[in-house]
């Protein structure tokens, strides 16, 4: 299993930027995926999840309105739209592969993740 970023950059707030992750090694299509991001010195906060089950998408209530994911399955590729960035944005963000949902904690569980590509927003 392999999970490839990029897209990552820097740029001024209200900005967008388009992140992608690669797939490969499993069947793509099969798997929920997720956004996470980790700003310096902070742990790892979800972002987003695209879903198999019926195509749904879910978002943190901090970037809902402002990220839409999306994924191509026909090119094993998971998409981050970002639009008005801020500078609250700044992270590492990664791409994740979906293995079920941990109840008492309330939060996805994960078996692989990407090394992650640097957004940075900043005037």
């Known amino acids: 299993v392999q999970l490839v970023e990029s897209g990552g950059g820097m740029v001024q707030p209200g900005g967008s930027l388009r992140l992608s992750c690669a797939a490969s090694?499993?069947?793509?299509?099969?798997?929920?995926m997720s956004w996470v991001r980790q700003a310096p010195g902070k742990g790892p906060e979800w972002v987003s999840t695209?879903?198999?089950?019926?195509?749904?998408?879910y978002y943190a209530d901090s970037v809902k309105g402002r990220f839409t994911v999306s994924r191509d399955n026909a090119k094993n590729t998971l998409y981050l739209q970002m639009n008005s960035l801020k500078p609250e944005d700044t992270a590492l963000y990664y791409c994740?592969?979906?293995?079920?949902?941990?109840?008492?904690?309330?939060?996805?569980?994960?078996?692989?993740r990407g090394q992650g590509t640097q957004v940075t927003v900043s005037s």
């Open positions: 090694g499993f069947t793509f299509s099969s798997y929920d």
């Open positions: 994740a592969r979906v293995i079920g949902w941990v109840v008492t904690s309330q939060k996805y569980e994960y078996d692989y």
């Open positions: 695209f879903s198999t089950a019926g195509g749904s998408t």
